[in-house]
């Protein structure tokens, strides 16, 4: 039985199993790579069985075929190395002549490692696993650290004599790792290079919040544990009664409220205890203390999850807090922090400067969760400080100034303006993924549903939704790490579409540049840019709008327009809306002639829309509003908003709040089950081993949430999941309906379910061997809520239950999928099933790919 079953068994009290003594390093590996992989899929087209085979070892007389190499086969070969940093370069690969051909995609490769350690007993240990970002020690999967960050350190059981190790490392040409053992420091650790901290403020009293990362190295469950925080002699507790697995961790929000002001201080020190009953474990935090008008780092409790957040402000110059200010919104690069952005900007007079954190220094590209995280931000400093809404201005750098594109195509209506400065366009467009297993194998009529997902990420197609936002677009003109065509598609588009945009490409410079002679950094300060943006107030109710989105539920509405159904999901809906002026009409009531306001509405895929109006739109009086050509004529007398619904060819008053049952907030697709508050319930029904499956994914995301999202999130069994947490959480469940106890309650419910080892698709039944379910919907037993299901058909089928992760951006996963093995080897390709609900949550054939 494998050792970590017995955490499912027995509860050691008092004890724990000691830890390695010192260091370890594998100084043999054996190595297979190159392989050709596609951006965000990451798969060789190897047969990866031999990761689920724990006593795997590499047999050197396989070949392997791999498009790379110029026999076109490759075998394991060993690798011997004193340190534990390992590079292959694969010299003997014509990189120059494929990257002639084929571009930079055909450099992205992937390598398989395996190696052996030896230990005495079983013990605990750490394994720091840089840039790598799964590992399977003895079979179990385990997280690494693939951006090399430097605060995961990952625990581990060794068991006595060898312990295999096995993980797949990625990378433009090289691959290249850490990987080390080291011993333990104690059954609980603060991992004290992740704490998020804020600064304090000098002359206010200390209001603020920290996240701070916990690690159980052990194989029992940790409960009862209690944070308490000491401040200048006052110890409070802040956390108390919460748990925490075995070998996982959990980064918890703790508040801190003190009537202490600091006035002379440099810095202030808070006292942090966590306790059990049976050991506890302390660290010291130092927190800085800056002016009210110095840059500094705020922290927030976020409403995605609950956990702590940051972001960075400076304060403009001469600072009043009576005073209004405009607001620049900054978006920060791939591994740039948010605190280094803002000082890289001058102090302005008339603005604060504002950086979130997109949730980490990569973290989604701005995309999903980062987009969220921005708002957060954003809403934050609304109500923190004196902004005048019409003048806050969008601005971003590379990854950030994606960003840019991304928020501001999507929500025009917030800005003033808006500056991206080496903006790529989208994933597809920036580094193509024509090498995908997907782009090659998968049937069109599959991909179109990961592709109708991923449109909202597009920036191109919603270019139109620009029509009130003047763009300031800013590019080195050398820059090889976001070329020149990035912006100039850009500024292609705007160009045929007549719209107010500035291009300034300066010649000569490359990605992140400067000029000597003026302050601040240019790339991302220039004052011509600053100055365009200072220059523009953002007008809440144009006379004219142009509108387009695909996903309601990422972007419905635009200044006065809001879309709340489409006709059909997922296709692009369009609004063309202007007050045209006043225009002569016959007057409905009074049968004569009178003088209306005439408001003008061009609709494509739009089943149900609402209007806002007030006098700053149109005059009180009367109103003819044509939509797609039909007259409605009404008084408008105050503000108000006014709803329709379209019934058959016409648009009626629809005078009640009913919507359909998928709306936005409730929408779909898959990652929408993560972007508020959610718990991770492991299923304990079924015997060990498939116990053992449902809690290693839910250790596996919890571990990916906290690395990827800087976030917070439990985990618990099927047997602790109370009212409460139905009521307030969306579920992740992993099991069945036979080894997940909550799932048993709500299959029969659900429009695809698992019985007796087929998958139910609407009045489909799907028979293949070894299938696995992904499917969101909303809880049956509270539908504002959602249920989101990892769900294999048998023991092999759990195996696989992590192939699709959303935790990502660019995932494109739609609202269920099915699949079975053959993912491993042929990605999308290896999809049975997949599609949306209909507007109502039910199966529709029309939105439903199942393969023959």
Not at 278 to 291: H, N, P, Y
Not at 351 to 379: I, Y
Not at 380 to 398: M, P
Not at 639 to 652: A, M, N, V
């Amino acid at each position: 039985m494998n050792i970590i079953i017995t955490l499912f068994l027995i509860t050691l009290k008092n004890s724990f199993l000691p830890s390695v003594e010192d260091t370890i390093i594998i100084h043999e590996w054996c190595y297979l790579g190159p392989f050709s992989i596609g951006l965000r899929e990451g798969i060789t087209g190897v047969d990866e069985e031999f990761f689920f085979t724990k006593a795997f070892e590499p047999d050197t007389e396989v070949r392997y075929p791999s498009i790379l190499h110029q026999s076109g086969f490759i075998k394991w070969r060993s690798l011997r190395t004193q340190s534990p940093e390992i590079e292959v370069t694969n010299k003997n690969i014509e990189w120059d002549s494929l990257q002639d051909y084929y571009g930079a995609p055909v450099l992205l490769t992937a390598g398989y490692f395996y190696g052996v350690m030896k230990c005495t007993g079983l013990k605990r240990a750490l394994i720091v696993a840089s840039g790598i970002s799964s590992f399977r020690l003895n079979g179990e999967v385990f997280p690494g650290d693939p951006y090399k960050d430097g605060f995961l350190k990952t625990p581990v059981i060794l068991k006595p004599g060898e312990n295999r190790v096995l993980f797949k490392v990625s990378g433009f040409g090289a691959h290249d790792f850490s990987f080390k053992i080291i011993p333990v420091p104690g059954p609980l650790m603060i991992s004290e290079e992740d704490i998020t901290r804020p600064d304090l403020i000098r002359g206010e009293p200390v209001d603020i919040c920290l996240g701070i990362p916990l690690v159980n190295t052990t194989r029992r469950r940790l409960d009862d544990l209690t944070i308490k925080a000491e401040l200048m002699g006052t110890e409070k507790v802040v956390a108390e009664a919460f748990n925490l697995m075995p070998l996982c961790a959990v980064k918890i929000p703790i508040k801190i409220k003190s009537d202490y002001i600091p006035e002379k201080e440099e810095s202030l020190a808070v006292n942090i205890r966590i306790s059990t009953g049976d050991f506890s474990v302390a660290t010291r935090i130092w927190l800085q203390i800056k002016d009210a008008a110095e840059p500094r780092i705020e922290t927030f409790i976020s409403e995605i999850d609950g956990s702590c957040q940051y972001y960075a402000v400076s304060p403009p110059l001469d600072y009043s807090p009576d005073s209004t200010y405009a607001l620049i919104m900054t978006c920060h690069g791939a591994g740039v922090k948010a605190f280094g952005l803002v000082k890289s900007y001058i102090r302005k007079d008339w603005a604060f400067v504002v950086a979130p954190t997109n949730r980490r220094r990569f973290g989604f590209d701005w995309q999903d969760w980062g987009r969220l995280d921005f708002f957060e931000v954003l809403n934050r400093v609304k109500e923190r400080f004196k902004i005048d809404t019409n003048r806050i201005y969008l601005t971003g750098h590379s990854m950030g100034g994606h960003g840019v594109w991304h928020i501001g195509l999507s929500h025009p209506d917030v800005f003033a303006g808006m500056a991206p400065s080496a903006g790529w366009t989208n994933f597809r467009l920036y580094v193509p993924w024509f090498l995908q297993k997907a782009e090659i194998f998968a049937e069109p009529q599959l991909i179109k549903f990961r592709d109708m997902v991923l449109r909202e990420d597009a920036c191109m197609p919603f270019l139109e939704n620009a029509y009130n936002l003047p763009i300031y677009i800013l590019q080195g003109g050398a820059d090889d790490n976001v070329p020149p065509i990035q912006s100039r598609l850009f500024v292609k588009g705007l160009n045929a579409l007549g719209y107010e945009f500035v291009y300034n490409e300066v010649v000569g410079k490359k990605h992140w540049w400067d000029f000597d002679t003026t302050p601040g950094i240019d790339c991302v300060d220039l004052k011509e840019m600053m100055d365009f943006l200072k220059a523009k107030t953002r007008d809440p109710y144009p006379q004219k709008i142009v509108f387009r989105t695909t996903d309601i539920g990422h972007s419905n509405r635009c200044y006065w327009i809001e879309i709340d159904e489409q006709e059909e999901l997922y296709k692009d809906s369009r609004v063309i809306a202007e007050v045209v002026g006043k225009k002569s009409i016959m007057d409905p009531w009074e049968y004569g002639e009178a003088v209306a306001t005439e408001l003008k509405i061009e609709l494509v895929n739009v089943a149900r829309f609402t209007i806002f109006l007030n006098d700053s739109l149109v005059s009180p009086g009367l109103v003819n509003l044509v939509i797609n050509g039909q007259n409605i004529t009404f008084e408008y007398r105050k503000e108000c908003r006014l709803s329709f619904r379209k019934t058959g060819d016409k648009f009626l008053w629809a005078t009640d709040e009913v919507l359909t049952t998928k709306r936005p907030g409730v929408y779909g697709p898959i990652k929408r089950a993560y972007f508020s508050p959610f718990v991770l319930i492991y299923g304990t029904t079924g015997d060990a081993l498939s116990t053992e499956h449902n809690f290693e994914l839910a250790r596996l995301q919890a571990y990916f949430w906290w690395y990827r999202a800087n976030g917070f999130v439990r985990i618990l069994p099927d047997t602790e999941v109370t009212r409460e947490i139905i009521e307030n959480y969306n579920l992740i469940l992993f099991g069945n309906a036979v080894t997940n106890s909550v799932l048993k309650w709500i299959n029969h419910r659900l429009p695809l379910r698992i019985e007796k080892g087929s998958v139910i698709v609407g009045d489909r039944i799907l028979t293949q061997k070894d299938l696995c379910l992904i499917e969101i919907y909303p809880n049956p037993l509270n539908p504002e809520k959602f249920v989101l299901l990892y769900a294999p058909t048998t023991k092999k089928a759990e195996e696989i239950m992590g192939m699709f992760i959303p935790l990502y951006a660019g995932a494109g996963l739609p609202d269920f999928v099915v699949y079975d093995r053959s993912v491993l080897k042929y990605g999308w390709a290896g999809v049975k099933a997949a599609g949306f609900f209909d507007k109502n949550w039910e199966p529709d054939r029309k939105l439903i790919y199942i393969k023959k």
